[in-house]
C-alpha cells in the first residue's frame, strides 16, 4: 500500500513566474534530448510521437505526461531529468502548455 499522503510535493513552492518557459526554447530541448533521443518517442512511434508539438500535447492533454514524467518519474526511463527541468515542464503544463 503506497501512502501518498505522506509523500514530498517538490512542486508545492514553485513560482513559475520566476521561470520563464517556453515550448521552443525550454520544453522542446527537453524533449529532444530525453525522450526522441533515446528513441522512445520519435515520429512513428508507438510509444507517441514527442517530436511535434502536436504529439507532445496529446499527452499533456490526457495527462499521461504529467503523471509519468512529474509524478511517478518513470519517465525518461533512464532517469536522467533533473529537478529543474521536471519544474520547467511543471510550469509550462500549468500555464496551459502554449505553443510559444
Not at 521552443?24 to 511535434?52: F, L, Q
Not at 509524478?71 to 500555464?95: A, F, H, Q, V
Amino acid at each position: 500500500m503506497t501512502l501518498n499522503c505522506c509523500k514530498k510535493d517538490e512542486y508545492k513552492n514553485l513560482d513559475c513566474s520566476l521561470m520563464p518557459v517556453t515550448y521552443m526554447a525550454t520544453i522542446k530541448s527537453i524533449v529532444d534530448s530525453h525522450c526522441i533521443s533515446s528513441g522512445c518517442h520519435h515520429e512513428g512511434s508507438p510509444n507517441g510521437n514527442y517530436s511535434t508539438y502536436e504529439g507532445l500535447l496529446i499527452r499533456v492533454k490526457n495527462g499521461t505526461l504529467s503523471k509519468r514524467v512529474l509524478y511517478t518519474k518513470d519517465m525518461p526511463k533512464n532517469g536522467t531529468l533533473s529537478l529543474d527541468d521536471r519544474k520547467k515542464i511543471k510550469c509550462w503544463i500549468d500555464s496551459g502548455a502554449p505553443q510559444n
